[in-house]
């Protein structure tokens, strides 16, 4: 949202020789890509190649054994606790499940990121939080508690809080799961209406080929063997003319591109 | 229909050196089924004819049978020789007489003694360390609350001071009366024999103001709200809830611990004076019933042996003890597995170490306040 500072801004995030690990057990080593600024980006890959690891690593949540993140080229792995707060409060995150705090309502819980970061007087605050609630579809349901809507409406209740701040990139653990066809098909529109309006990066993990195929500009493809990056770029392209056939299988939905579960 | 088709059977008959099985009938998992060793018992041949000629239906029950009769003649060194099975039933016999890839692991003896030391030893050092990051966290806490930087919810501090102050109210309540009682019958008895009787206030009073007030207190609590803090916190965990904090930059001590810890520790002391007062009351109920003591007398008796000494050593007590239910609820909570039985081991291992450092702190104090002499 910020006009680029400086060339090395085109980015708005960069990954460089990055390694995950749990303990002893490597799970991700020398992951290098960047996300371009105002891009919807997807991180695919099978069961247990490391999607979720490579998120959490991202969004600050463990540190990497090795690597940097940037974030519009600032260093985020290394910074001071200050210069990390203000790069926290540059991304939002929809956790898999939502991850609303349970013990408020929904008006409370997008509330909560404006209370701590804004001077926004109260009243402002209720129409800021009105307003995000009706740019996902929840008008109204405000003094909803999280319990009482269904997973779909968790979902988007997520990601109007996720959009609190008006952050420059959205990170998504796997937006679709658990939703039926349509409702993850009408998630999608509402990504990319986000997209549109704010111009806001998207970085999203997934295995879902119809999101993939409908909104992607540009994937990475993780790999449990390889554990890494094993292809990147367009999806349709890689589909089709992808050198490795893992990732063609992967993406033409045939078996063979997974290796299988608890092989070597 | 099902109920009037034959029984799963089997019969053998011996022909020479072979044995001959006919298996036949309805053969479900549900019901009987024959047992080969009886069919076979004590008999030794060098063939095995299994013929399944008068099968009306099969399951996994019949592979079962297969695979007893399979193993059996293996062990006998007998030749094996199925006839007549559906082509299913023959391959769910198969896939069950594929033996396990790797042998299933010996059950180990008893493990080595200095394997358990070490564990134990090893699994106290992370707890040990994990209680002096969670009291460092909360010393930091502190310090930025102090500086006007944490990030500090009054309104929920309120909430949960509500919680862990009025709402136990009448449990701590009744607790403590029942207490009093229980101490003055009993004291009454013994210091009537001497005559006596009066002495009784000092009893009641003084035990109750040192020890039983704070203790049943923190007693409560711990089981109250030291598990209803485990769970919740550990709930959250599981759900992504303190995750989505951390990337909001909010901390979870500041915002989830503190709150809490200011709470136990501003209501104890409270709770513990409310507790004394009801456990004397008891204590008064009972010499003014079947002692026949004046409750003006009792109540100038109790406030002729109590001075502020013995009132501030249950205070600080308490204070101590809220501190402990807190820490304890917190850390179970934020250190439990993200899974249902995770939320449900921490609510218990909360309760129980939260009770065992309260007793254990509790006698610390019983030495300290003895060689300060007061
Ligand atoms: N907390 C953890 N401790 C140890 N190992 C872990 C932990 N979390 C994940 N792993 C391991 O890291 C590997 C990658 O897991 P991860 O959850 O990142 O996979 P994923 O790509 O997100 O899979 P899925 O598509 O099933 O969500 C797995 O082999 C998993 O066993
Ligand atoms: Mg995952």
């Known amino acids: ?264 | 229909m099902s109920e009037n088709k034959p029984q799963a059977r089997a019969e053998a008959v011996r022909e020479g050196d072979t044995l001959v099985v006919h298996v036949g009938g309805e053969w479900k998992i549900t019901n009987p089924r024959p047992a080969w060793t009886s069919l076979v018992e004590g008999e030794t041949v060098k063939r095995i004819r299994l013929i399944a000629d008068q099968l009306d239906g099969w399951d996994s029950s019949l592979a079962l049978f297969i695979r007893e009769a399979r193993a059996w003649s293996e062990a006998q060194g007998a030749a094996f020789v199925l006839e007549g099975l559906p082509a299913g039933a023959e391959r769910l016999a198969q896939l069950l007489a594929q033996k396990p890839a790797k042998p299933p692991a010996q059950p180990h003896g008893l493990p080595d003694l200095f394997a358990v030391v070490g564990q134990a030893t090893f699994k106290l050092w992370v707890e040990v360390k994990d209680i002096a990051w969670l009291v460092g966290e909360c010393a930091f806490s502190g310090g930025r609350f102090f500086r006007g930087r944490a990030q500090f919810r009054w309104s929920d501090c309120v909430v949960e001071m509500q919680q862990c102050g009025a709402m136990v109210l009448p449990i701590v309540g009744l607790i403590s009366f029942l207490v009093g009682i229980i101490m003055a019958y009993q004291g009454a008895v013994q210091l009537r024999q001497f005559g006596a009787d009066v002495y009784v206030a000092d009893l009641v009073g003084l035990s109750v103001v040192r020890e039983m007030g704070p203790m049943m207190a923190a007693i409560v609590l711990a089981g109250r709200t030291g598990a209803a803090f485990a769970a919740t916190l550990a709930t959250m965990k599981a759900n992504e809830e303190i995750d989505a904090l951390e990337t909001l930059g909010v901390s979870p001590i500041d915002f989830l611990v503190m709150p809490r810890m200011t709470a136990l520790f501003l209501m104890m002391p409270l709770l513990a004076i409310y507790s004394n007062f009801l456990g004397i009351l008891g204590g008064m109920l009972i010499s003014w019933t079947i002692l026949d003591i004046p409750t003006s007398l009792y109540w100038t008796e109790t406030k002729s042996i109590i001075d502020l000494s013995d009132l501030s050593t249950g205070l600080i007590k308490a204070a101590t003890f809220g501190v402990i239910i807190g820490l304890s609820g917190c850390l179970r909570g934020l250190k439990s597995d993200r899974s249902a039985a995770g939320v449900g081991q921490a609510a218990t291992s909360a309760v129980v170490s939260g009770i065992l450092l309260i007793i254990v702190s509790d006698a610390i104090y019983a030495v300290i306040f003895n060689s300060l002499g007061w």
């Open chain 1, 1 to 264: 949202m910020n006009p680029p500072e400086n060339a090395n801004d085109k980015f708005a995030i960069e990954i460089d020789g990055l390694e995950c690990r749990y303990g002893d057990r490597v799970v991700l080593e020398g992951v290098s890509f960047a996300v371009k600024r105002g891009e919807i980006f997807f991180i695919i890959g099978g069961n247990g190649c490391g999607k979720s690891t490579l998120l959490r690593h991202l969004i600050g949540l463990r540190m990497p054994a090795r690597g940097t993140v940037r974030y519009s080229g600032r260093d985020f792995t290394h910074a001071e606790p200050r210069e990390r707060q203000a790069l926290l409060r540059t991304f939002g995150v929809l956790y898999q499940g939502g991850a609303l705090w349970s013990s408020m309502t929904l008006h409370e819980n997008v509330a909560l990121p404006l209370e701590l970061y804004t001077d926004l007087p109260e009243k402002d605050r209720a129409e800021v939080v009105a307003l995000k609630l009706a740019q996902v579809g929840l008008a109204g349901y405000g003094d909803y508690f999280p319990g009482e809507l269904s997973g779909g409406m968790q979902r988007r209740a997520g990601l109007a809080r996720a959009l609190a701040l008006d952050p420059d990139i959205v990170f998504f653990d796997e937006p679709s799961a658990g939703l039926d066809p349509v409702t993850s098909l009408k998630l999608d529109e509402l990504v990319q209406q986000i997209h549109a309006t704010l111009g806001t990066t998207i970085v999203i993990v997934s295995h879902e080929l119809a999101s993939i195929f409908g909104i992607a500009h540009r994937v990475v493809m993780l790999d449990r063997d390889a554990r890494g990056v094993i292809a990147e770029g367009d999806p349709c392209a890689l589909r089709d003319g992808s050198d490795n056939p893992r990732v063609r299988e992967f993406l033409n939905r045939r078996s063979g591109a997974v290796p299988a579960e608890g092989s070597k």
